[in-house]
């Protein structure tokens, strides 16, 4: 089974371009998630889909990002315009539904888009 | 959601146990104790969860003492491919928000 995919794994822009990372979670799973660490920092939590829906973006830094998950597959995470704290690692989970058996807080996580801002 | 404590780092040697305890003294009725696994360039890894008590895989083992206000993953014997950051996070069921607290970064020496 593949697991979480995201693309890209690098990306270097200025500031006040827009970049748009994306998601691929684990077939079946409907539940998916963005996280990101800003250097220095710890790990913090972005926003939850559930299926296509936004269950949860209360980490939404502000209105620069936008996610979004058209069809319930893929997710996408545009920033735009870049600024140079967006800098730092952007993690995407997924996990199951509960009733299939996983907890919640079980999640499954992405190798991370690394975002560099100039 | 409950705030974990944990070593910031550790130092081992292969072949050793290693024990790393959290503390979460404000751990609520509902919440579980889970344990991650990062390596450098990669996304934190599900590891270990547990309630109460002892739970066991073939990765590692969660014990939690009877007033749950700290937990204990213990690494049998580790090598240098458990040099790692390990998370230690409390949440409740119906959570789906992961806090991820500085971890505690495992260096295993030959």
């Known amino acids: 089974e593949a697991g979480v995919t995201q693309f890209p794994s690098h990306s270097v822009i200025e500031k006040g371009q827009t970049v748009t990372l994306r998601c691929d979670p684990i077939?079946?799973?409907?539940?998916l998630y963005w996280y990101r660490r800003v250097m220095g920092k710890e790990i913090k939590f972005l926003l939850h889909?559930?299926?296509?829906?936004?269950?949860?973006e209360s980490g939404m830094p502000n209105n620069r990002f936008l996610a979004e998950r058209t069809g319930g597959t893929y997710s996408t995470l545009k920033v735009q315009p870049a600024e140079l704290e967006d800098s730092g690692v952007y993690f995407c989970?997924?996990?199951?539904?509960?009733?299939?058996?996983?907890?919640?807080?079980?999640?499954?996580f992405g190798p991370g888009t690394r975002l560099t801002v100039l | 959601l409950a705030k974990t404590t944990q070593p910031i780092s550790m130092d081992s040697y292969e072949g050793q146990e290693v024990n790393i305890t959290c503390s979460h003294n404000n751990i609520a009725t509902n919440d579980y104790i889970t344990w991650y696994q990062q390596f450098p360039s990669q996304g934190p890894r599900f590891i270990i969860q547990?309630?109460?008590t002892k739970v066991t895989n073939e990765v590692a083992s969660l014990f939690i003492p009877a007033d749950r206000k700290s937990s204990t993953l213990s690494l049998p014997r580790v090598s240098l491919s458990d040099t790692a950051v390990y998370y230690c996070l409390v949440a409740g069921g119906a959570t789906n928000k992961l806090i991820f607290g500085t971890g505690t970064l495992l260096a295993v020496q030959p």
């Open positions: 989970a997924s996990s199951q539904d509960p009733r299939a058996g996983d907890r919640p807080d079980t999640q499954y």
């Open positions: 077939s079946g799973h409907d539940n």
């Open positions: 889909f559930v299926k296509e829906s936004k269950q949860d």
């Open positions: 547990g309630y109460k």
